[in-house]
């Protein structure tokens, strides 16, 4: 098979390692192993006793228990342990297609998404969230979408990158319109413990026996090194997703799985240090945006720590982010990487002194270099 290109990827392979200052990534700032183990209550001789055996393909009871209370139905045996995220969604995507059958996919999307599904030959109908509405999700644009060939539909709330989502009406809309086709649901949950002014929306694995959850500790809990994830499905496709994985990573680290296991249990320990960082860097990046109407014009974020501005002038945004990479040492991701060249994924998440310096050094970066009616 011949994927089609990865751009965001591709960008952060290049710039990511390269920069200082980090206002395009989609997670919260990254927390390092020890204040980890403040956080969780991981004692270093807990850690000593640990025998480096394999783990099972599920991953262990203890961890899959926690994982299926705090983000599942409380089944464990509806729970299978990832590496990270993105080996769940392909897993979902290879065990579930086939060649011809139709999905639709949330767009703007992550190309992981939907990039698998494209090359198996499937037919993807993109669900658009469109600029003019502020990226609102809006069913009406859904329900034609959706029909008898269906197979899939593939969303993600809060959404990466604009930070829209849905209400809960519509969260309970959107899983009628699925249902009343028979078709799979999958749920990205990435940010799902990311919302601004509103209750995290209920995981459908707990009302719909087709809907599939996938969800990682990257973005909301600042441990993407850890590269550890979950997917939350019906027994059967589990084990069809075993058969792969049997040809691929086979099973997690014992230690991957202690510490991820620890979160699961203690996950709000976590979050009730990350959401007041969060929640302040919101109103500094709204507040950036109010002062410079002239050059940027940005939808509100309701998730999630991303939000995609409208660069004014810069129908490209990809010299502006080039720019900042090499010159100033900035991470900002074109819009370019999720098809609107015109906008930047500008992430929120990090040190609120991080996030202010960024904000200083792009809109210099917007004054100096010349918009397209300038040129």
């Given at each position: ?14 710039f990511?390692f390269e ?6 990534s989609s ?5 390092s192993?020890?204040r ?6 991981v ?17 262990g009871l203890?961890?899959?228990k ?5 983000w ?9 342990a ?12 290879q065990a579930?297609l086939d060649?011809?059958d139709?999905?639709?996919a ?17 037919v ?20 034609p979408?959706v029909?008898a060939r269906?197979?899939?539909v593939?969303v993600n709330f809060?959404h990466?990158p ?7 009406v519509?969260r ?7 249902a ?11 940010f ?6 509103a209750?995290p929306l209920?995981?459908?694995v ?6 599939v959850?996938v ?7 600042g441990l993407p ?5 979950w997917?939350v499905?019906?027994?059967g496709?589990l084990?069809?997703m ?17 510490l991820?296991c ?5 996950a709000?320990?976590i979050?009730?240090?990350v ?7 919101r109103t500094?990046?709204?507040?950036w945006?109010?002062r ?5 014009d940005l ?5 999630g720590?991303t939000a ?15 720019e900042?990479?090499t010159?100033d040492?900035v991470?900002?991701v074109?819009?370019s ?5 015109d906008?930047?994924r500008?992430?929120f ?6 996030l202010?310096?960024g904000?200083?050094?792009l ?5 100096r270099?010349p918009?397209?009616?300038e040129?």
């Open positions: 098979m011949e994927f089609e290109p990865a751009p965001l990827e591709e960008w952060m392979r290049r990511y920069t200082d200052i980090d206002i395009g997670g919260v700032g990254d927390l192993l020890g980890l183990r403040d956080l969780v209550g004692a270093t001789a807990e850690l000593d006793r640990l025998v480096l055996r394999d783990s099972t393909s599920w991953g203890a961890l899959r926690a994982i299926a209370a705090r599942g139905d409380g089944d464990p045996d509806r729970v299978m990832t590496h990270g995220a993105s080996e769940a969604i392909y897993l979902v995507l579930l060649p011809g139709e999905v639709v949330v767009e703007p999307v992550y190309h992981a998404l939907v990039s698998p599904a494209r090359t198996m030959g499937c993807v109908r993109p669900w658009p969230l469109r600029a003019e509405r502020g990226f609102a999700p809006d069913l009406a644009d859904l329900e979408l029909g269906t197979k899939l593939v809060p990466n604009t930070g829209a989502t849905l209400t809960a519509q309970d809309r959107l899983i009628d319109l699925v009343g086709v028979d078709a799979h649901l999958m749920w990205d949950n990435a799902g413990d990311l919302v601004h002014g209750p209920p995981n459908p707990a009302g719909y026996h087709k809907a959850s969800g990682t500790l990257s973005k909301a809990y090194g850890l590269r550890f994830g997917c499905a019906d027994p496709l084990e069809r075993i058969v792969l994985r049997d040809r691929m990573t086979l099973h997690l680290s014992p230690l991957v799985e202690l991820a620890r979160v699961a249990e203690h709000d320990r979050l009730t240090e959401l007041p960082r969060v929640d302040a860097n500094v990046l709204l507040d945006a109010a410079h109407p002239g050059l940027v939808p509100v974020p309701l998730g720590v995609f501005p409208l660069l004014r002038g810069f129908p490209d945004t990809e010299p502006v982010c080039r900042l990479a010159r040492r991470l900002l074109p819009g990487c999720f098809g609107r060249p906008r930047v500008l992430g998440g990090g040190a609120t002194d991080e202010r310096a904000l200083d050094l809109t210099a970066a917007l004054h270099t918009t397209d009616a040129r």
